[in-house]
């Protein structure tokens, strides 16, 4: 049962290279984020979908851009990686909330540790 | 827009006592409040929801209570176990009304069970 799955779990990029993380859901999930873990700031949430083809801000989208082409894979794409982006990445998907009783847990990959020197 | 708060220092207790974790939120009430545990290095896993019309949530040694009035929210471990030694996360599901369907994070709170 591999749920959320994040590659590459490791990357060190120089200033101003571009690369793209992928996340893979095999739980059928239409919600999907990304989302930055710093010391003393918590989760934050770069960008989300709420279905295949669809993409939305979420509160620190810029230097980021996001694809879902297809509803199981979400990409974080850095096009020029600055050091203020070095973080802990976070993919997680979820159900939507069809009625009251819909469960919206979200479950979360492994984390994709960056470092941009 | 909808803060949260949890205490940002450790909590420090020893095996066998009740951990009580605090989850304070500004503006409107979520239509959910959940718990996540998060071990480091590893993502957040879900633990435990509540609706906002329920008072209290409970799971083996877990339990949660939700107090719409206060706009808190506390996690309860019952008889602590050095294995439940990790940060505690508790995250705000809007209302539909709110436009928004994305959960808010807090910043989390670090547990420190000493056998």
């Known amino acids: 049962n591999a749920g959320v799955t994040q590659t590459p779990k490791f990357r060190v990029l120089k200033t101003g290279q571009s690369m793209t993380l992928l996340c893979a859901q095999d739980?059928?999930?239409?919600?999907m984020y990304w989302y930055r873990q710093d010391p003393g700031m918590g989760l934050r949430l770069i960008h989300y979908s709420v279905g295949e083809g669809t993409t939305a801000k979420g509160e620190v989208p810029d230097g980021y851009n996001v694809s879902r082409l297809k509803k199981q894979n979400f990409l974080l794409g850095l096009e020029s990686a600055a050091p203020s982006q070095t973080s802990v990445y976070f993919c997680?998907?979820?159900?939507?909330?069809?009625?009251?009783?819909?469960?919206?847990?979200?479950?979360f990959g492994q984390g994709t540790r960056l470092t941009v020197v | 827009s909808q803060k949260i708060e949890q205490n940002s220092e450790a909590l420090n207790i020893q095996e066998g006592k009740t951990a009580t974790l605090t989850c304070n939120y500004t503006?409107?009430?979520?239509?959910?409040l959940q718990w996540y545990r998060q071990d480091p290095g590893r993502g957040p896993v879900f633990l435990l929801l509540?609706?906002?019309?329920?008072k209290e949530k409970r799971k083996e040694r877990l339990k949660v209570t939700f107090d719409t009035t206060l706009k808190q929210s506390l996690f309860h471990i019952t008889a602590s176990q050095p294995a439940d030694s990790a940060t505690y996360l508790c995250?705000?599901?809007?209302?539909?009304?709110?436009?928004?369907?994305?959960?808010?994070f807090g910043k989390g709170t670090m547990l420190l069970v000493s056998p």
């Open positions: 995250a705000l599901d809007p209302p539909r009304w709110a436009g928004y369907s994305t959960l808010t």
């Open positions: 997680a998907s979820s159900s939507p909330r069809a009625g009251y009783l819909e469960n919206t847990e979200a479950f």
């Open positions: 509540i609706r906002e019309n329920e």
């Open positions: 503006n409107y009430s979520p239509a959910y």
């Open positions: 739980m059928n999930h239409e919600y």
